[in-house]
T-cell receptor
Framework: EDQVTQSPEALRLQEGESSSLNCSYTVSGLRGLFWYRQDPGKGPEFLFTLYSAGEEKEKERLKATLTKKESFLHITAPKPEDSATYLC???????????FGQGTTLQVKP | DAMVIQNPRYQVTQFGKPVTLSCSQT?????MYWYQQKSSQAPKLLFHYYDKDFNNEADTPDNFQSRRPNTSFCFLDIRSPGLGDAAMYLC?????????????????FGAGSRLTVL
């Protein structure tokens, strides 16, 4: 069964304190692993897509990596404006659907 | 900018009073999706259209219906809202389906419509 699990559920950091968010997945026929950022009361905003193990992508303070079992979203020297819920999703070649994780809610304190 | 626009952003209705939420896109994408998201939960797919081809999820209640009159617009109708239907409703689009390997399966979301049922 296709499944996506994110950890931790919530993460509190001090400004400048680097950390990583985890997304573990099992899927039949990976058709991409997607990271989205969601601010309260808004729709998810696309960050990255990774398609094969070993792939990495970066955007400002964020870096996403992918293995055959999991993805990490590394946040380097975060700022308060990075506070949001980060959603991970995988595209399933088996079902043709996007399966979302529950998200990690990040709070960065000044 | 090309985008996905949802209206209204906030909708308050009474128990059992029908509601329609709308979504428009300027991306000319083939696929349009409706998701339901409750507080602190993952978005849950209700249904999607590939062009005019409608695809309903097996566990989507009959109370939820959708229409896609043209490429640009899609509507979500909730025929008799219950208290449990209070949620954020998200519209999303993609050039191709989520099962495709390529950048064509990236979903672009609208800002959402928050439904309150009294």
């Amino acid at each position: 069964e296709d499944q996506v699990t994110q950890s931790p559920e919530a993460l509190r950091l001090q400004e400048g304190e680097s950390s990583s968010l985890n997304c573990s997945y099992t899927v039949s026929g990976l058709r991409g692993l997607f990271w989205y950022r969601q601010d309260p009361g808004k729709g998810p905003e696309f960050l990255f897509t990774l398609y094969s193990a070993g792939e990495e992508k970066e955007k400002e303070r964020l870096k996403a990596t992918l293995t055959k079992k999991e993805s990490f979203l590394h946040i380097t020297a975060p700022k308060p404006e990075d506070s949001a819920t980060y959603l991970c999703a995988v595209g399933s070649g088996n079902t043709g659907k996007l399966i979302f994780g529950q998200g990690t809610t990040l709070q960065v304190k000044p | 900018d090309a985008m996905v626009i949802q209206n209204p952003r906030y909708q308050v209705t009474q128990f059992g009073k029908p509601v329609t939420l709308s979504c428009s896109q300027t991306l000319n994408h083939n696929v349009m999706y409706w998701y339901q998201q409750k507080s602190s939960q993952a978005p849950k797919l209700l249904f999607h259209y590939y062009d005019k081809d409608f695809n309903n999820e097996a566990d989507t209640p009959d109370n939820f219906q959708s229409r896609r009159p043209n490429t640009s617009f899609c509507f979500l109708d909730i025929r008799s809202p219950g208290l449990g239907d209070a949620a954020m409703y998200l519209c999303a689009t993609s050039r191709e389906g989520a099962g495709m390997v390529s950048g064509a399966n990236v979903l672009t979301f609208g800002a959402g419509s928050r439904l309150t049922v009294l």
